[in-house]
């Protein structure tokens, strides 16, 4: 059974930062592919920020490009998504993904190509 249990959400006001967090337990983590999407009020999920097994490779939503950072901690099974100079359109509900993968260097932002999700973290951001 894989779990993936984020944290590190909360409010903060329009050009400030936080740090998101997701703990994946149940298998070995350097095995996944790991993806931060989000979905805000009343719209479909959509992808943020990914990130390849070995770490080589990240990728992001044009939304996000330069103001987001995704990484990850395979010592300790921690996906992280640092997120600066937010805006009121980044408030959403944050889920970090998980994708079984055979190559080191994948990275994708579909949504169909993750196996395992966690519950969310509310992230708003006030103007």
């Known amino acids: 059974q894989v779990q993936l249990v984020e944290s590190g959400g909360g409010l903060v006001q329009a050009g400030g930062s936080l740090r998101l967090s997701c703990v994946v337990s149940g298998r070995t983590f350097s095995t996944y592919a790991m993806g931060w999407f989000r979905q805000a009020p009343g719209k479909e999920r959509e992808f943020a920020a990914a990130?390849?097994?070995?770490?080589?490779?990240?990728y992001y939503a044009d939304s996000v490009k330069g103001r987001f950072t995704i990484s990850r901690d395979n010592a300790n099974n921690t996906v992280f998504l640092q997120m600066t100079n937010l805006k009121p359109e980044d408030t959403a509900v944050y889920y970090c993904?998980?994708?079984?993968?055979?190559?080191?260097?994948?990275?994708?932002?579909?949504?169909?190509?993750?196996?395992?999700w966690g519950q969310g973290t509310q992230v708003t951001v006030s103007s």
């Open positions: 993904a998980a994708r079984t993968t055979a190559y080191a260097s994948g990275t994708s932002g579909r949504i169909q190509d993750y196996d395992y």
């Open positions: 990130i390849s097994r070995s770490a080589g490779k990240t």
